[in-house]
């Protein structure tokens, strides 16, 4: 498809709509480049407190 075919079918805001599109799909990219990076950051400080003997208050086994 053609620049000129996509303008035709986009109208007179052409250029607008594709740039809206390409920041959209940016931003999202980012997002999620953004959680992956912090979930492994997260993964690995919970990996150093555990080796350090800290526990998860959710694994504690309660005594009545």
Known sequence: MTLATLATIL???ADFIVA???VT??????LIAWVA???SAQ???LGDLEE???TRRSRRQSTP
């Open 43 to 45: 993964k690995r400080s």
């Open 52 to 54: 350090r003997g800290v």
């Open 11 to 13: 109208g007179p805001h």
């Open 37 to 39: 990076l912090d979930h």
């Open 25 to 30: 799909v940016f931003v999202v990219a980012l």
């Open 20 to 22: 809206a599109y390409g």
